[in-house]
């Protein structure tokens, strides 16, 4: 314990090997250029919940990192904020590794509720006002989705086509979706940017969702 | 068989995190026993998982990566859970589950607030200013008329009321504004129980209500 080896930055100049079980997989500097599948992905998430492999946390740092960070500066994070809970949200990857079940969830989605609920313990830890006792536990609010075994199945399969769906949306509605994550006041700021009442915000909305669903439901059907 | 669901107004900044922790318990408390709420929420927050792999990366600082080695390597603290149940809590009727959602709030004792009415305080911890409440309304009683100059919150833990809009049975979900003027009565056969979130104070009708509702501060 505490012993660190002078690792530098994650390995992105040398070949990264990844050996579990009989599995072995190799990606080498060049593949880390490209966006890494799904599989390469749910292989190094297996990799560090059963060997606490370092090479492919590394993997998984180079490509998420950088994106946690960029999705939380987008968000309204200071520079520093951004940095520390990047860093947590990859601490936390690592420590629970194991309970990540690629069958019921996107690591993407894992780790974006992560993200998501550390900023929302960051804020109430800072807000002054918390009394916050010492069995509280961030990861307890907003209700992350508890479903059942066969509603995971369905939730996951919808889940694939959700970045499609995103991409497949009339650019109003995808506007307001992206708004909605990002803008710290996204009410006002939709109703700015499209220039639309605040009173009709709401509806939009709504009717941003509504599409979002609808071509989720037809690409699967 | 629920029969009114939060809107995805809701849903979709609870899955950003957007949402004020007042509101986001009574939500949560919704999503408990709604299937469907859940696996909606979860396709939302898929949408959060798709953002992240689409924006722009931003490179850590210098340095990032040996601090992140350092922390795995030292023991992940340890947490011990909140129990769901605070050791006290103002007494449900029978067969009524305290929401897991409220894990970690404190709640008061259930006080007078009219004939037949009572109200207990929720305090958030996370956010103590929020105005929660847990409202036992007997049967054939009925909250004064009343509008809102903000956003209301209920979800139903148990009983009936009929507000003249709509029947709220047990698992439903409301959320009332400005535009809504109603008076919920509670249907015979069982004591209504709600989880309620005011965004700002109501509005009563009458004088006297009006003397209750801002003395209890609703």
Known sequence: MGQVRPESTPPADRPVRLVFGHVAAVSSAAADRRMPTDDEINAWMRAVAEAADRPAFAALFRHFAPRIKGFLARGGADEALAEELAQETMVALWRRAASFDPARAQLSTWLYTIARNLRIDHHRRNAGTADLPDDWDPEQQPADAHLTPDELLLAAQRERGVQQALAALPPEQARVLRLSFFDEHPHARIAQDLGIPLGTVKSRIRLAVTQLRRILERTQA | ?218
């Open chain 2, 1 to 218: 068989m629920i029969q009114h669901h939060p809107g995805d107004e809701l849903l979709l900044p609870l899955a950003a995190g957007r949402l004020s922790a007042g509101q986001a318990l009574v939500v949560s408390t919704h999503l408990e026993g709604c299937a469907d709420c859940r696996a909606r929420l979860h396709t939302l927050q898929a949408l959060g998982g798709a953002l992240l792999e689409e924006v722009e990366p931003t490179a850590l600082e210098a340095g990032a990566w040996e601090r992140t080695l350092q922390r795995i390597d030292r023991p992940a603290p340890v947490r011990v859970a909140a129990a769901v149940e605070p050791a006290a809590h103002p007494a449900l009727p029978d067969g009524v589950r305290w929401p897991a959602s409220l894990r970690g709030c404190r709640a008061g004792a259930w006080r007078w607030m009219g004939p037949g009415m009572r109200y207990a305080r929720i305090v958030a911890p996370h956010d103590p200013a929020a105005s929660l409440y847990l409202l036992r309304i007997g049967e054939g009683r009925s909250l004064p008329r009343h509008t809102h100059a903000g956003i209301e919150l209920t979800q139903v833990l148990c009983g009936t009321f009929d507000d003249g809009r709509a029947l709220f049975g047990p698992g439903d979900f409301d959320a009332a504004d400005e535009a809504v003027h109603h008076q919920p009565v509670v249907q015979p056969g069982a004591t209504c129980v709600c989880l309620a979130y005011v965004g700002a104070r109501m509005r009563f009708d009458g004088r006297i209500a009006s003397l209750i509702g801002g003395w209890i501060g609703m």
